[in-house]
């Protein structure tokens, strides 16, 4: 089964930094655009970010813009979330998936991998 293993997450104070990886293997990744997304106790899956294949093209939610940055290293088949300025409401874990194009939906994205928890304390 091909997929993406993230790698990462931990426990950091509000207003530190952390950065996500997500490893996958070369056919999951040629062509794919990226994305991250997260899922807190009792809510919902929500997309963070995404990146096109040759990454010249990204999107931001709303509440990570000007904090996170999406970034990929094709020559490594890994995808990287750069997250800054922490806050306690960014604790979640962590995926990352693989879509056809670039698109901020969730139902578009497969090989899901296990994801990363990320813990943001006050």
């Known amino acids: 089964q091909v997929q993406a293993v993230e790698s990462g997450g931990g426990l950091v104070q509000a207003g530190g930094s952390l950065r996500l990886s997500c490893a996958a293997s070369?056919?999951?990744?040629?062509?794919?655009?990226m994305g991250w997304f997260r899922q807190a106790p009792a809510k919902e899956r929500e997309f963070v970010a995404t990146?096109?294949?040759?990454?010249?093209?990204?999107l931001y939610a709303d509440s990570v813009k000007g904090r996170f940055t999406i970034s990929r290293d094709n020559a490594k088949n890994t995808v990287y979330l750069q997250m800054n300025s922490l806050k306690p409401e960014d604790t979640a874990v962590y995926y990352c998936?693989?879509?056809?194009?670039?698109?901020?939906?969730?139902?578009?994205?497969?090989?899901w991998g296990q994801g990363t928890q990320v813990t943001v304390s006050s």
């Open positions: 070369r056919r999951t990744f040629v062509n794919y655009a």
């Open positions: 990146i096109t294949w040759r990454g010249g093209s990204t």
């Open positions: 998936a693989a879509a056809g194009s670039l698109t901020t939906s969730r139902s578009e994205y497969r090989f």
